[in-house]
């Protein structure tokens, strides 16, 4: 079976960090782009960081481009999400995401495969 594992989440104060990791199973992950979502309560699902199967390329949002790096370790099959200068804005839960076999668009309904996230609390 298919699977994704985030681990890593917690509190944080502001200007703190944490690193995000995420586990597959079930499937050959150096083939897949991935992806982290986030989802803060009341909001949409969105997308933080996105890194294609041999991390040669990212997809970075604005708000978090300067202080957010993904990256994957294709030999330990593990996705990361290394989160520094973290703000209370980023408080929400982070789900890890497979593209689809093929897919080149980012949104939202071209990742099939979901983890069942790992809640991130920045406050003071």
């Known amino acids: 079976q298919e699977r994704l594992l985030e681990s890593g989440g917690g509190w944080a104060q502001p200007g703190g960090s944490l690193r995000l990791s995420c586990a597959p199973s079930g499937f050959t992950f150096r083939l897949y782009t991935m992806s982290w979502y986030r989802q803060a309560p009341g909001k949409e699902r969105e997308l933080v960081a996105g890194?294609?199967?041999?991390?040669?390329?990212?997809n970075v949002a604005d708000s978090v481009k300067r202080r957010f790096k993904i990256s994957r370790d294709n030999a330990k099959n593990i996705l990361y999400l290394q989160m520094n200068s973290l703000q209370p804005e980023d408080t929400a839960v982070y789900y890890c995401a497979r593209k689809k076999w093929g897919s080149t668009a980012w949104d939202i309904d071209q990742f099939d495969i979901w983890g069942q996230g790992t809640q991130v609390t920045v406050s003071s």
């Open positions: 890194i294609t199967n041999i991390g040669g390329s990212t």
